[in-house]
């Protein structure tokens, strides 16, 4: 084991916000005080590493902090960094500060971002998954993911109440882009008569059937998750008015899934990945991603976390079909 002093650990967030990702934050910057390392915060992603905008951190500044949601860091998408020259700038910048370290925290993005910096500058980083999208190997669950599908499963007992009343069809659009994690998770838990997830071409036909199968005036609830063959809600419902002359109801639960108050399950999840990625840098460990499989903290190469796909167990199709 190469054991690194490290005397600055920078942490930043970046792309999409997930709730814990103060958490997060919050067990990287006491982690390091525990350990005796300055930590150090980037603020607004790699737009702020690009720009310098560094700051130090201590006990203070996270106190109350692990209850709410966003990023007090700040994120960015930022497309000078997708150049060789902004990568350039944002190293010189990590020089500047003297920085030993780095924790990304974000998606696959996030994730390729960190990797160029490795390869390009030898710099030594780590990353954390934080994203609802649940979609990074090497870890059972991404930070973010069980807020997310708890905030929706929340609205979603709601609208079916008024579909329960009315005996109406309700087509619920769930984020998760490429991934169907989110949409299988939370239909399963609404107790959806159909779930149309990305990885598989959802069968019009078939849902049409599942629906004529109901009794009159009984409502329907379908979960799709955003990015599949009807890309959404508003799409798949007019495919069934085109094809069926059907008329249905539809929500996009959009930007609500991200925001909010971190659940249990997230905050001891973004505090251990907070702790590992400390550790996995004091340790030698770098262009990975710090994961947890059950109870053990695990460490990926970061291209095999964007480039290998985690797929939706096969019980959770049979069981959504069975339960249906």
Known sequence: MNIQKMKKIAVFTSGGDAPG????????????????????????????MINGNFLSLNRNFTVNMISQGGTVLKTSRCEEFKTKSGRKKAYENLKKFEIDGVIACGGDGTFKGAHALYEEFNVNIVATPGTIDNDLYGTYYTIGFDTAINTATE?????????????RIFIIEVMGRHAGHIAMDVGISTGAEFIAVPEVETDVEELYRRIQNMREHTRTIIIIGEGGVFLGANELSLELKKRYNLETKYTVLGHIQRGGTPSVKDRVLASHLGMGAVDGLINGKTDVMVGRIYDKI???????????KKKIKEYMFELSELLA
């Open 155 to 167: 609205a979603i007992d709601r609208i079916r109440d008024t579909a329960d009343s009315h005996g």
């Open 21 to 48: 990702m103060n958490a997060h934050i919050r067990a990287v910057v006491r982690t390091c005080l525990a350990r005796g390392i300055e930590p150090i915060g980037i603020y607004g992603g790699y737009e702020g």
């Open 298 to 308: 695990k460490y990926t190469p970061l291209v095999e976390a964007w480039r290998k």
